[in-house]
């Protein structure tokens, strides 16, 4: 008779727990989402915008989008996206917004999506925009919308940090604002700069000293050593310090044991320096080096720094969109592969110009380095 009662309980369970789940399976099905339908994103009420660099975080533009629909109440994401084609075969993300159907940009970041999808700046250009719908942290069931079009005249952003040599080591003295030498800028790793050239030595621990200024004509930001200047000895290595990036103290000066010629390597990204000889008794000494081709509208011949025969450079030289290469007196010719700065080689190509402006060129014959430093961004 027990073993009935027992039966009979075991049977009832059974069949509460096989409700149960026939009730989950059709509550899953009843709470299942389905794909929504594109979103609208409707017309700007502009169609023109002229990007403003003096005002980048004044507003340029509003978009507006109808609410996507996946069947049941859902957290919902826009992505609003940026394309240079309207199929939107290369497009960026402009922003990302959570529920709401609306957003705004301001002047400096829609210039930056233009300068990211390759937008050439100061003259216009069409640019596409459409609305992608999605669920969840993982944007399942993405959905895009129609696309819209308007016209955007971006700004150039120069998007590197120059950096100049001051002290009694270089041709420019302890003087901030003296035709300081440009720092050669990596253009694999921006975070890594260099000069090979002479380091001047005129007598005891104070001299044969140097920092790097980012401005010239000021004394902020500088940078040097991690001693406390005047307690600074010469080292071929070691961390840097920066006033005001760092500490509030400026930091301790870099230095020569005797003159001649190194090179002087400062990393920003690891926080790091240093000074190596470098033998240059067999470098060609040019008579000449002129700076020709598309990008300029005259050969201009360039100027020899006064301490150092192959350091070569040009004041506020007008440049146009175009090509250049540095032409030695012998009739060689010198270019990169890349713009703003980087590594010349004998017949290399011509160094794009991207932007016109008014430029400081710097070239050193030693190692082909070149920066172009643009004077009006």
Known sequence: MKFLQYKNIISIICLILIASFTSCDETADELKVSDSEPVTLSELEITEIELDQSNPNNPAATFTWTKADYGLPTVENYALEFSSDENFENFVVASVQTRETNVSLNMSEINSASADLGLPPSEWNTMYARITSSLGSESDLKVSSNAISFEVYPYFNYPYTDYFLVGNATAAGWNNSNNNPALFRDASNSDIYRYTGFFQKN????????????????????????????????????????????????PGRFGVESEGYYTFTIDFGDGSYSMEPYDASNATEYTSITLQGSGISTDTQMNQ???????????????????????????????????FSGMASENGPAIDIVVADDYNVWFNDLTGEYIFIPQNF
């Open 305 to 339: 720094l006064s301490l150092d025969p192959h350091i070569w450079f040009l004041n506020n030289v007008s440049l146009m969109t175009g090509g250049v290469q540095f032409e030695t007196n012998t009739g060689a010719t010198w270019g990169g592969d890349t713009a």
């Open 203 to 250: 007598g005891g621990i104070n001299e044969g000293r140097f920092k790097v200024i980012e401005t010239k004509g000021f004394w902020q930001p500088q940078w040097g050593t991690t001693y406390n200047e005047p307690n600074d000895p010469i080292e071929t290595s070691g961390g840097i310090a920066g006033n005001p990036i760092t500490q509030d103290s400026d």
